[in-house]
């Protein structure tokens, strides 16, 4: 398995403009987890899914983000309008069914947002 | 809620040095704990876990016990390597994956 694939690598973008980050899960994973990483607040949890359902998204800046997995083994995050203040690194990550106590998380190698 | 807190970096050692990194946790239940390490323009990957108490996970030279009583999963290696030089992050899971701040480490040769 490729493991888990995030486009794009990079993206620069005007203030304003609409960002689109994509991931495609592991297959077989059923859990899905959007992260954002800055040298301010480290790794923060923004969104996860279950069984293509949000579980949880207080982690979610605000309303101008958004998520979705049209099918089980993809999603988008989605930020509209983009802000200077978006700039990070987002990663996706996937986690297999079953106990979900005892299960990793399987991370993508990100998306390094740049907004100008 | 549940959380992780785990040492502040960034920690500088020399090559062949001992490394003790801590972590503490709050979780209601009986979580498993983990450690993840992250290279350079890279994403996490995992370093290793325990899912019980007294339960020693181990990887690379790399070992954590998951203390229960001290709430605590330590990650330690006797002896590092250039090639040790990463952020390492401390995570509990028990509904969902909760991470500490990280801590970055450099190895000089």
């Known amino acids: 398995d490729a493991g888990v694939i995030q486009s794009p690598r990079h993206e620069v973008t005007e203030m304003g403009q609409e960002v689109t980050l994509r991931c495609k899960l592991i297959?077989?994973?059923?859990?899905l987890f959007w992260y954002r990483q800055t040298m301010m607040r480290g790794l923060e949890l923004l969104i996860y899914?279950?069984?293509?359902?949000?579980?949880?998204d207080s982690g979610m800046p605000e309303d101008r983000f958004s998520a979705k997995m049209p099918n089980a083994s993809f999603s988008t995050l989605k930020i509209q309008p983009s802000e200077p203040r978006d700039s990070a690194v987002y990663f996706c990550a996937s986690s297999p069914s079953g106990n979900r106590r005892n299960t990793e998380a399987f991370f993508g190698q990100g998306t390094r947002l740049t907004v100008v | 809620g549940d959380s992780v807190t785990q040492m502040e970096g960034p920690v500088t050692l020399s090559e062949e040095a001992c490394l003790t990194i801590?972590?503490?946790?709050?979780?209601?239940?009986?979580?498993?704990l983990f450690w993840y390490v992250q290279y350079p323009g890279e994403g996490l990957q995992l370093l290793l876990k325990a899912t019980k108490a007294d339960d020693k996970g181990s990887n690379k030279g790399f070992e954590a016990t998951y203390r229960k009583e001290t709430t605590s999963f330590h990650l330690e290696k006797g002896s590092v390597q250039v090639s040790d030089s990463a952020v390492y992050f401390c995570a509990l899971s028990s509904s969902k994956i909760i991470f500490g701040s990280g801590t970055r480490l450099s190895i000089r040769p």
């Open positions: 899914f279950n069984n293509n359902v949000p579980i949880d």
């Open positions: 297959s077989g994973h059923n859990s």
């Open positions: 801590n972590c503490t946790y709050t979780a209601t239940g009986y979580p498993s």
